[in-house]
């Protein structure tokens, strides 16, 4: 039997403690979504109980008085939909052009002008909210689908063109000049070469915006109205003065959830192939 190497000891104890640190953080992630969806199919009674019980009949009650008498979620999913929807969309569709403008660019400021993007994303919401209600309260925005789609664009956009700008960098320019000498207008280099090759990141910008857009809740709480309120502020409607429905609030928070893991099992081959494309670095 050959003894191990003190490089393939090391190696097998970085193994085994980079599977360590992964199960914990399954665990540390995973648990508490688990006990969240479990929660959310016991009866009212069980989901406050003092000793947790694993041993229960399933009910959806909790869901069915979620879509029942005053309290209709489907309106709020409505528009979280539509909003974070095209929200994310748009943020792609402005984001991918601005951001091969900006990779193909060749000035001095450019690191500067791609950090100015990217503080913007930086910014606390609190700075930019009192400006946008004032200026929504002009155009009449306030309480509206497509006022929330704007505010949403105010962080999305800047961070998808920081995004978009690094996935397209990494792109060899080559390949554009090939396509221009073969008769190609800018344009077409752009749509028909250098897009095709950059899926990965339009589909992980997409998610990422989805993602921030669908769990926002501080642009919904200040511009959403009765016409256009979203899941987060459904959600902060169960916590009331006289005490908390933990049943309803573990369903609803079941609802906002799954969507957006679903996307991302839909998607995980673009998104581990974008996420590993350097493009958190920026240019």
Sequence with gaps: MTRETPLERGSRRSRVAATVVV??????????????ALSSVKPSEQVTAATPDLLFTPTLGNYRELFTGANDLAPYIWHSMLAAGAAAVLAVVLGAPAGYGLARTRTRGKRHLSFWIISTRMAPIAAVVLPLFLIYRRLGLLDSVPGLV?????FSLPFAIWLM?????????????????AGCSRWQ???????????PGLVTTFVLCLVFSWNDYA?????????????PIAASQ????????WGQLTAIGTIVVVPMMLVGIAVRRWLVTGLTLGAVTGE
Excluded: C, H, N, R
């Design 23 to 36: 199960a914990v953080g399954l665990v540390w992630t995973l648990v508490p979504l688990a006990w969240m």
């Design 150 to 154: 704007l505010a949403y664009l105010t």
């Design 165 to 181: 700008s690094a996935f397209f960098a990494q792109v060899p320019y080559s390949l554009e000049e090939s396509a221009l000498v």
């Design 189 to 199: 280099a752009f749509w028909y070469v250098v897009l095709p090759l950059t899926k």
């Design 219 to 231: 642009f919904a709480l200040v511009f959403s109205g009765p016409g256009s309120q979203t899941l």
């Design 238 to 245: 169960l916590v009331t003065q006289t005490g908390i429905d």
